[in-house]
Nanobody, 112 residues
Framework: QVQLVESGGDLVQPGGSLRLSCTAS????????MAWYRQAPGKMRELVAT???????NYADSVRGRFTISRNNAQDTVYLQMNSLKPEDTAVYYC??????WGQGTQVTVSS
């Protein structure tokens, strides 16, 4: 079972930037497709971005051009660089591995 730990969530003003990190335990990280999801209050969890084991990426339309997902297989870590943040990006962000593992979530709040 892969365990995931997210970090980097914070309160940021509109237009600001944050970088989320998700570190995985175990030796199979490089074989996994990784993803970031988010869940805003009163809404369903939604997919934000994915990155395959070979580095191919996909993004939700709402974040394309503003967010970048990347990974460092040597450090078993996946990142989400978030730029030009909007209030509607406010949510708990979760890391996911296609092994079925989820992190505990990290809160991102975009507000002035």
């Amino acid at each position: 079972q892969v365990q995931l730990v997210e970090s980097g969530g914070d309160l940021v003003q509109p237009g600001g930037s944050l970088r989320l990190s998700c570190t995985a335990s175990g030796s199979i990280f490089s074989l996994l497709t990784m993803a970031w999801y988010r869940q805003a209050p009163g809404k369903m969890r939604e997919l934000v971005a994915t990155i395959s084991r070979k580095g191919s990426t996909n993004y939700a339309d709402s974040v394309r051009g503003r967010f970048t997902i990347s990974r460092n297989n040597a450090q078993d870590t996946v990142y989400l660089q978030m730029n030009s943040l909007k209030p509607e990006d406010t949510a708990v962000y979760y890391c996911n591995a296609n092994s079925g593992s989820w992190g505990q979530g990290t809160q991102v709040t975009v507000s002035s």
